[in-house]
């Protein structure tokens, strides 16, 4: 296959099919061996060589940093470009499944921070905004972070002994 060849891989047979017909009048073409699914489209050299560079070097700069993955955009649409891990290219799935993991872990903090918040905003008679100001600064002063000391609030009756003596209250 030439190397200005893109391949875009796709769950079956009938979906390679389909994105075939989709990419109307660029060219592509279906190929299928042992339950691997993809199109080939060959733009002209110019730009395949250009787009196949663009990717090269994103890559490699991914790989040299910190970063797990970039997006980049191409008019209305994006691509995420993943990170190679240990020079070989990322698996899909894996950065998924710690995307979503991340989010779940982020979703959790935000609930709890939520409740939180709520309830010393009702406990001590002030905003949601300044009961998060209350519980960020009683977090920081006590070097934890926002979503245990959220979590203790939560749990507890009483207000936390280092969120009453910042609110000028009592536990309670």
């Known amino acids: 296959m030439p190397a200005e060849t893109i391949r875009v891989t796709t769950t079956s047979e009938a979906r390679s099919h389909e994105l075939v017909g989709a990419l109307d009048g660029v060219g592509g073409a ?3 061996e042992e339950g691997h699914f ?3 489209v060959r733009p002209g050299r110019e730009t395949a ?3 196949l560079q663009l990717f090269r ?3 490699d700069w991914l790989g040299d940093g910190n970063e797990a993955s970039c997006e980049i955009q191409f008019g209305d649409r994006s691509v995420t470009l993943v990170a190679p891990v240990n020079g070989k290219p990322a698996d899909a799935t894996e950065f998924l499944l710690e995307r979503t993991i991340q989010l779940q872990d982020a979703l959790e903090s935000r609930v709890v921070i939520e409740q939180a918040k709520g309830m010393l905003a009702e406990r001590l008679g002030v905003t949601l905004d300044e009961a998060c100001a209350f ?3 009683a977090a920081r002063s006590q070097g934890m972070n926002v979503k245990s000391l959220a979590a203790e609030v939560v749990r507890s009756p009483d207000t936390p002994p ?8 009592s536990p309670g």
């Open 30 to 32: 279906a190929f299928s």
């Open 38 to 40: 993809e199109v080939h």
């Open 49 to 51: 060589s250009s787009l």
């Open 57 to 59: 070097a994103v890559g």
């Open 135 to 137: 519980l960020r600064s």
């Open 162 to 169: 280092v969120l009453a003596r910042l609110t000028g209250g």
